[in-house]
C-alpha cells in the first residue's frame, strides 16, 4: 500500500523559514517523480512544483521559485520542501503527492503550516 | 502559464442523474489532464488521467472526454458519496496548473 506522510507543518511567525518532510513507503521511491501541492483555507490548489528521480530536474512554479526549494532522499525514502520568507499568504495544507506523468496517483493527508505573529 | 478554466463553480443534482463538469485550457494540452475529487477534510483523489483513462478503483459511472481544447468530465448516475469538489489539472507544460473547481452537491 502506496503511503505518504507529511510532517513539519505549525505556526510560524512571518518572514521565518519552514522545512517539510513526506515520508514514502509501499512503492519504489526513487522509481518515481514527486511532487508539492497547496490548498489555502477554503481555496483551490495550487501547484507548487515536483522533482525527478535523481533530483536532476526540479519544476517550480514561477511565483514561489525563489523562496520554496524541493528536495529529495533516496536512501530515506523522503521528500523535503524547504520554505523561506514565509507570508500570511503561504497559510495552507501542503500535500505531497506521487507523480504518474504528470498527473498525481497518490497523496499524503496534508499538513497544515499557518504563518502568523 | 497555461490557464485552466474551470465551470460550472458550483451545481446541485439530484440522485440518479447525470452531471457534466468542463475546464477549457487556454492552449493544446495534447490530453494532458487529469480530474481529481476531493471531499471536505480529505485529500484529492485521481479520478481520470489522460483526458480520459479511468483510474484503477474509481467506479465507471465517471468518464472524461475532450473536444479541441475543452476537456469534461461527467458522472452518471449521480450517488451520495460523489458530493464533492472536483478539480481539472493539466500536466502538458510546466508550470502545472489546476482548474478553479467545482463544487457538486446532491439533493
Known amino acids: 500500500e502506496v503511503k505518504l506522510v507529511e510532517s513539519g507543518g505549525g505556526l510560524v511567525q512571518p518572514g521565518r523559514s519552514l522545512k517539510l518532510s513526506c515520508a514514502a513507503s509501499?512503492?519504489?521511491?526513487?522509481?518515481?517523480?514527486m511532487g508539492w501541492v497547496r490548498q489555502a483555507p477554503g481555496k483551490g490548489l495550487e501547484w507548487i512544483g515536483e522533482?525527478?528521480?535523481?533530483?536532476?530536474?526540479?519544476n517550480y512554479t514561477p511565483s514561489l521559485k525563489d523562496k520554496f526549494t524541493i528536495s529529495r532522499d533516496n536512501a530515506q525514502n523522503t521528500l523535503y520542501l524547504q520554505m523561506s520568507k514565509l507570508g500570511s499568504e503561504d497559510t495552507a495544507i501542503y500535500y505531497c503527492?506521487?507523480?504518474?506523468?504528470?498527473?498525481?496517483?497518490?497523496w499524503g493527508q496534508g499538513v497544515m503550516v499557518t504563518v502568523s505573529s | 502559464d497555461i490557464q485552466m478554466t474551470q465551470s460550472p463553480a458550483s451545481l446541485s443534482a439530484s440522485l440518479g442523474e447525470t452531471v457534466t463538469i468542463e475546464c477549457l485550457a487556454s492552449?493544446?494540452?495534447?490530453?494532458?489532464l487529469a480530474w481529481y475529487q476531493q471531499k471536505p477534510g480529505k485529500s484529492p483523489q485521481l479520478l481520470i488521467y489522460?483526458?480520459?483513462s479511468l483510474q484503477d478503483g474509481v467506479p465507471s459511472r465517471f468518464s472524461g472526454s475532450e473536444s479541441g481544447t475543452q476537456y469534461s468530465l461527467e458522472i452518471n448516475s449521480l450517488q451520495s458519496e460523489d458530493a464533492a469538489t472536483y478539480f481539472c489539472?493539466?500536466?502538458?507544460?510546466?508550470?502545472?496548473?489546476f482548474g478553479s473547481g467545482t463544487k457538486l452537491e446532491i439533493k
Open positions: 503527492a506521487r507523480g504518474d506523468y504528470g498527473s498525481y496517483g497518490d
Open positions: 509501499g512503492f519504489s521511491f526513487n522509481d518515481y517523480w
Open positions: 522533482i525527478n528521480q535523481d533530483s536532476s530536474t526540479i
Open positions: 492552449e493544446d494540452i495534447y490530453s494532458n
Open positions: 489522460d483526458a480520459s
Open positions: 489539472q493539466q500536466h502538458h507544460d510546466y508550470p502545472f496548473t
